[in-house]
Nanobody
């Protein structure tokens, strides 16, 4: 069964950086677009970034544009989310997800078929 497992979450001070990782198993990442989503307490799960199967198309939500960078290593079946200049409002559970949707990518939750279990990020002093 296809599986995604996130790691790298934790407690970090405002202004600092954190890198989340997501490892895919039992499927070849090069055929899948990947999205990073987050869900804060009491809020809807939102798509904050996505990357196309070949890694040549990326998209970011306005809330993270310029601070977060998504990348993927198809050879290693790994996806990363580099998060810089973190803010308290970035506090959430973060999820990676995979879909075979097209050659580009989408941040729409409904497009994704496979999900990780999430990793928690807390930004606080």
């Amino acid at each position: 069964q296809m599986q995604l497992v996130e790691s790298g979450g934790g407690l970090v001070q405002p202004g600092k950086s954190l890198t989340l990782s997501c490892i895919a198993s039992k499927f070849e990442l090069k055929y899948y677009a990947i999205g990073w989503f987050r869900q804060a307490p009491g809020k809807e799960r939102e798509g904050i970034s996505c990357i196309s199967p070949r890694g040549d198309t990326k998209d970011y939500a306005d809330s993270v544009k310029g601070r977060f960078t998504i990348s993927k290593d198809n050879a290693e079946n790994m996806i990363y989310l580099q998060m810089n200049s973190l803010k308290p409002e970035d506090t959430a559970d973060y999820y990676c997800a995979a879909t075979t949707w097209g050659e580009a990518c989408s941040r729409a939750r409904k497009e994704y078929d496979y999900w990780g279990q999430g990793t928690q990020v807390t930004v606080s002093s």
